[in-house]
């Protein structure tokens, strides 16, 4: 549960929370035994409570229009970082990597980059085997990388903007820069080695 879903449902606790909390003060207040420590201790919790919540409710997250990747052939050893727009679909080797969110926090907040990543591999038989569809987390990329037996791919990174342009019908969250001049439109950095799966293409995947 996320978004609006999420800030209802944690409203709705907090005002069900502090309903009830109040209903149990007004009871305690009449019965003669009860201590005023115990009403002071019970009003701190409820409040306690209503602000943990509101701030996990309130926690900022950023959508990222590019997420960004590793990935690694293995007959070579080569690895390759490649730039991929949010909905856009782009291939390594014999697998299309396609990223539908890319989430950051504010640098106030402790790290933490995820993405919903759909992974589908092109077989031998020229057909598309989905593999991979999940959450990957940067800071943990070998607990959901994509491991095949050639290739891997694993999350490092979502930002706001890339040196590569986006596709045409891009619809994704606001892109915030624009691509350098003379900088080369595909992903991935030139080594200088030409053996492996080669620079990442975008769809469609022709040549």
């Known amino acids: 549960m996320s978004g609006p879903q999420f800030d209802a449902s944690a409203k709705a606790w907090k ?87 890319c989430h950051t926090r504010p640098q106030t907040e402790s790290p933490l980059t995820t993405g919903f990543v759909q992974v589908d591999e092109i077989t031998l038989n020229n057909e598309v085997r989905r593999i991979f569809s999940g959450w990957m987390y940067a800071a943990s990329p070998g607990l959901h990388a994509v491991e095949h037996p050639v290739y891997d791919i694993w999350l490092t990174n979502c930002k706001l903007a890339s040196t590569v342009p986006p596709p045409e019908d891009y619809d994704g969250p606001p892109i915030k820069g624009v691509v350098a001049e003379g900088e080369d439109p595909l992903a991935g950095p030139d080594d200088g080695v030409d053996s492996g799966p080669g620079i990442p293409r975008k769809k469609p995947f022709q040549g």
């Open 15 to 101: 005002a069900s929370n502090l309903a009830s909390t109040t209903q149990q003060l007004m009871a305690d207040v009449f019965k003669p035994k009860i201590s005023a420590n115990r009403l002071i201790a019970r009003l701190a919790i409820s409040v306690l409570s209503v602000v943990a919540v509101s701030n996990t409710a309130s926690a900022e997250k950023i959508e990222n229009p590019v997420a960004v990747f590793s990935g690694l052939d293995k007959i070579t050893g080569r690895i390759i970082s490649f730039d991929v727009y949010i909905g856009e679909t782009v291939q390594f080797g014999a697998l299309q990597v396609t990223p539908r969110v």
